[in-house]
């Protein structure tokens, strides 16, 4: 079945450090990766997304990169701050599907 | 802006109750997702509705129902309630999904059951 996957499940890292993030996906169909932010007990927020056609999207200090090919995309955090400390969860979404697959979250730790 | 809502925002209920949790979209949003995340672990999608039709089913018990209604707020209904259904229940809603459209989280449902 459709599932993905998402290294490493904690990552510590200095403020100011950068921070990557990696998911892998087994639909080859998949065409849409968002990736939520959460934080203890609150809703997923949408941080950043990705459609099939792009390779490459920045939102100032956040991007996400995607290689079709490998089937697998990243998240990549610059300049990290302490609020940037969260769990992260990547999805895979397919056209003509009404659902997120999520992988399995990364805990953030940014240490001041 | 306008969000999800959901409520109520905390619920306790007891082995083999039922519960009935309601998600209200964001205004112009004409689908629904429901989730359910475990203590620790990723949201798991349990079932959508895009106007007022099942549109997708993931992993929802046979004891678990739900349905989209006119004014597209959906509820989702729990019978039979077992210990490892306490959880926190998330619902989604987003425009409709044409090229794949951003889901947007509501506050969430926590549900414990005793």
């Known amino acids: 079945g459709e599932n993905v996957e998402q290294h490493p499940s904690t990552l510590s890292v200095q403020e100011g450090d950068s921070a990557v993030i990696k998911c892998t996906y087994s639909d080859s169909a998949s065409n849409y990766f968002p990736w939520y932010k959460q934080e203890l007990g609150k809703r997923p927020q949408l941080i950043i997304d990705i459609r099939s056609n792009v390779g490459e999207k920045k939102d100032q200090r956040i991007a996400v990169t995607l290689n079709k090919t490998a089937k697998h995309f990243s998240l990549h955090i610059t300049e990290t701050q302490p609020e940037d400390s969260a769990v992260y969860f990547c999805a895979a979404s397919t056209s003509g599907t009404y659902k997120y697959i999520f992988g399995t979250g990364t805990r953030l730790k940014v240490l001041a | 802006a306008a969000g999800v809502i959901q409520s109520p925002r905390h619920l306790i209920k007891e082995k083999r109750e039922t519960a009935t949790l309601k998600c209200y979209p964001i205004?112009?949003?004409?689908?629904v997702y429901w989730y359910q995340q475990g203590p620790g672990q990723d949201p798991q999608f349990l079932i959508s509705f895009y106007e007022k039709m099942q549109s997708d089913k993931g992993s929802i018990p046979d004891r678990f129902s739900a349905q989209q209604f006119s004014d597209y707020h959906s509820e989702l209904n729990m019978s039979s309630l077992e210990l490892g259904d306490s959880a926190l229940y998330f619902c989604?809603?987003?425009?409709?999904?044409?090229?794949?459209?951003?889901?947007?989280f509501g506050p969430g449902t926590r549900l414990l059951v005793l």
């Open positions: 205004p112009r949003h004409d689908t």
């Open positions: 989604a809603s987003s425009p409709e999904m044409r090229d794949q459209e951003t889901q947007y």
